[in-house]
């Protein structure tokens, strides 16, 4: 895998050791917030040695927010309902 880190190009890409993917859907992500914890081989580095991006699969009108708190843990956030959420997180 190779990250192309912040800005804009990709003039200077590194290469990310031990790379991995974790995926996920919760079901009840509230405005209040749901804390996701990964285990195992699930774990990254830290906060920030990997990306997440999440997707709303109920409506097209909350938006989601997603914070990575560790590299064991994400939090999911809803706009204004109750809504079920996909994640990929990717990164080591």
Do not use: E, W
């Not at 995926?23 to 830290?46: L, P």
Request: net charge positive.
């Amino acid at each position: 895998m190779i990250t192309c880190g912040n800005g804009t190009g990709c003039a200077a890409p590194t290469t990310v050791s031990n790379p991995k993917i974790v995926t996920g859907t919760h079901t009840a992500v509230t405005t209040a917030g749901v804390i996701v914890t990964f285990t195992g081989s699930a774990v990254f580095t830290s906060a920030t040695s990997y990306d997440c991006t999440a997707q709303n699969m109920t409506n097209i009108t909350n938006r989601v927010r997603l914070v990575q708190n560790s590299g064991a843990q994400i939090t999911l956030y809803s706009q204004n309902t109750t809504i079920s959420v996909n994640y990929v997180c990717v990164g080591n």
